[in-house]
């Protein structure tokens, strides 16, 4: 390099060659400020769950369907005169003129970018969008995109979102509940219910769910809807996981005490928690703590836990279940990786989806069809099936008819308090 001669930077994308970060809003002012007379926005785009795609097909394959991706959005912005940028994994940008057939245009795009994909529907794109006002700047348009980008993960029939005011209201008012949410987690204002689950023929009560309730100062017994999505978010689902598993154990422990027989109960664990926590120690932990056997706790783990982190979570179940501990699978049937997972783990339980026993005439044959199916597959995996979400007599007749013996619903019991579910608990010598 010369004396005196500034050093080169890089604006691009050593991947794909689109501008990177800085450069791209450095650019995207120059040309807002020389076409000031016509309105334009910040599209932001990804690929829903890439990093399975990578998972699943390769590091190659991955960096091929990005560079399918940042062909189209070049050759877009080219013929609007304006530019792309790509600032890492699947995170692209297009600065792009406001057009009344917008979302139009972009539907079309999403559709043929799902051709790369074999249209499998996982892996198709996310698209937000911000128009740019006289007191915004670009990357603050771009915020905006992302936020009404993120309001649409895993809702596979709504692709392109326009970013409104009320989306940061709500970002303003999801972070004040953040905030309460963590008080209340020091004031211990969490409690739980529990929800028996119940052989078909005779109703007894064979297990309870654990569900977290927070006992709100002001609005009452509040829902797990209205903080477990706030928490999953941030990260911090973790923090009320481990108060729950704590609490339902010391209640274990309290029964055992009280000289009742007491049933397994399941305790939900989320995603974050398997590469947030040492899961098998804490669950030891907590046997030795409160002197119980493993076969009383059954980890509920939803089914699209396995969508992200596959290795992570199957490594870490197939220690619990050596461990002694129950497998179940929430939702079964809800998410694509079904079967998938199952020759992979060792599960004890499969919590079938409600979605399964929401029949109608036209469908029950073909219902009838797949729960037969369901029904052989877990009997030769040696797995026990409880549905989910029973409602209706004729429900329980079409379990019955088709050899189900385990259920759960408001058919069976509402959740209970935790001195009502007790309630339902024989004492232990009569039993034996």
């Given at each position: 390099?010369?004396?005196?001669?500034?050093?080169?930077?890089?604006?691009?994308?050593?991947?794909?060659?689109?501008?990177?970060?800085?450069?791209?809003?450095?650019?995207?002012?120059?040309?807002?400020?020389?076409?000031?007379?016509?309105?334009?926005?910040?599209?932001?785009?990804?690929?829903?769950?890439?990093?399975?795609?990578?998972?699943?097909?390769?590091?190659?394959?991955?960096?091929?369907?990005?560079?399918?991706?940042?062909?189209?959005?070049?050759?877009?912005?080219?013929?609007?005169?304006?530019?792309?940028?790509?600032?890492?994994?699947?995170?692209?940008?297009?600065?792009?003129?406001?057009?009344?057939?917008?979302?139009?245009?972009?539907?079309?795009?999403?559709?043929?970018?799902?051709?790369?994909?074999?249209?499998?529907?996982?892996?198709?794109?996310?698209?937000?969008?911000?128009?740019?006002?006289?007191?915004?700047?670009?990357?603050?348009?771009?915020?905006?995109?992302?936020?009404?980008?993120?309001?649409?993960?895993?809702?596979?029939?709504?692709?392109?979102?326009?970013?409104?005011?009320?989306?940061?209201?709500?970002?303003?008012?999801?972070?004040?509940?953040?905030?309460?949410?963590?008080?209340?987690?020091?004031?211990?204002?969490?409690?739980?219910?529990?929800?028996?689950?119940?052989?078909?023929?005779?109703?007894?009560?064979?297990?309870?769910?654990?569900?977290?309730?927070?006992?709100?100062?002001?609005?009452?017994?509040?829902?797990?809807?209205?903080?477990?999505?706030?928490?999953?978010?941030?990260?911090?689902?973790?923090?009320?996981?481990?108060?729950?598993?704590?609490?339902v154990c010391s209640q274990l422990h309290e029964w055992i005490k009280e000289g009742l027989h007491v049933v397994p109960v399941s305790v939900n664990v989320s995603r974050i928690d398997f590469y947030s926590l040492d899961l098998?120690?804490?669950?030891?932990?907590?046997?030795?703590?409160?002197?119980?056997?493993?076969?009383?706790?059954?980890?509920?783990?939803?089914?699209?836990?396995?969508?992200?982190?596959?290795?992570?979570?199957?490594?870490?179940?197939?220690?619990?279940?050596?461990?002694?501990?129950?497998?179940?699978?929430?939702?079964?049937?809800s998410a694509y990786s079904s079967l998938n997972m199952l020759k992979d783990i060792e599960v004890s339980v499969l919590k079938l989806d409600i979605k399964f026993i929401q029949f109608n005439r036209k469908n029950l044959l073909?219902?009838?069809?797949?729960?037969?199916?369901?029904?052989?597959?877990?009997?030769?995996?040696?797995?026990?099936?409880?549905?989910?979400?029973?409602?209706?007599?004729?429900?329980?007749?079409?379990?019955?008819?088709?050899?189900?013996?385990?259920?759960?619903?408001?058919?069976?019991?509402?959740?209970?308090?935790?001195?009502?579910?007790?309630?339902?608990?024989?004492?232990?010598?009569?039993?034996?």
């Open positions: 390099m010369k004396k005196g001669s500034l050093p080169v930077i890089n604006e691009y994308h050593p991947l794909t060659g689109l501008y990177n970060f800085d450069a791209f809003f450095k650019k995207a002012a120059e040309i807002i400020k020389e076409n000031d007379k016509y309105p334009m926005c910040i599209i932001s785009l990804d690929i829903e769950h890439f990093k399975i795609y990578n998972d699943w097909y390769g590091r190659k394959a991955g960096d091929r369907l990005l560079n399918l991706l940042a062909g189209d959005i070049k050759k877009a912005a080219e013929s609007a005169g304006t530019i792309a940028g790509h600032f890492g994994n699947d995170d692209f940008a297009l600065l792009y003129p406001v057009t009344d057939d917008l979302e139009k245009w972009l539907a079309k795009q999403i559709e043929e970018f799902a051709k790369y994909t074999d249209a499998i529907r996982e892996f198709l794109l996310k698209v937000g969008i911000c128009e740019i006002n006289h007191s915004m700047s670009p990357a603050e348009a771009y915020d905006c995109a992302q936020l009404a980008l993120k309001s649409i993960e895993g809702i596979h029939d709504q692709r392109v979102v326009k970013y409104d005011c009320d989306m940061k209201r709500k970002l303003m008012s999801e972070q004040f509940l953040t905030q309460e949410i963590r008080q209340a987690l020091k004031k211990k204002e969490f409690t739980c219910y529990m929800q028996p689950k119940c052989q078909i023929d005779t109703g007894e009560v064979i297990g309870l769910e654990a569900l977290v309730r927070w006992r709100h100062p002001n609005d009452g017994i509040v829902g797990p809807d209205v903080f477990i999505p706030i928490l999953e978010r941030n990260r911090t689902v973790h923090q009320l996981d481990l108060f729950v598993w704590d609490l098998l120690s804490i669950f030891k932990g907590l046997l030795t703590k409160y002197d119980l056997s493993a076969d009383l706790i059954e980890l509920e783990v939803t089914e699209s836990a396995y969508i992200e982190d596959y290795k992570i979570v199957t490594d870490t179940i197939d220690q619990l279940s050596k461990a002694g501990f129950r497998i179940s699978i929430d939702d079964f049937g073909r219902t009838m069809a797949i729960l037969k199916a369901i029904k052989q597959m877990a009997r030769d995996l040696g797995q026990t099936i409880i549905v989910e979400g029973v409602e209706t007599q004729e429900q329980v007749n079409l379990l019955k008819q088709l050899d189900y013996h385990y259920a759960q619903g408001y058919y069976f019991y509402h959740p209970l308090t935790i001195d009502q579910a007790a309630s339902l608990l024989k004492p232990a010598k009569v039993m034996n």
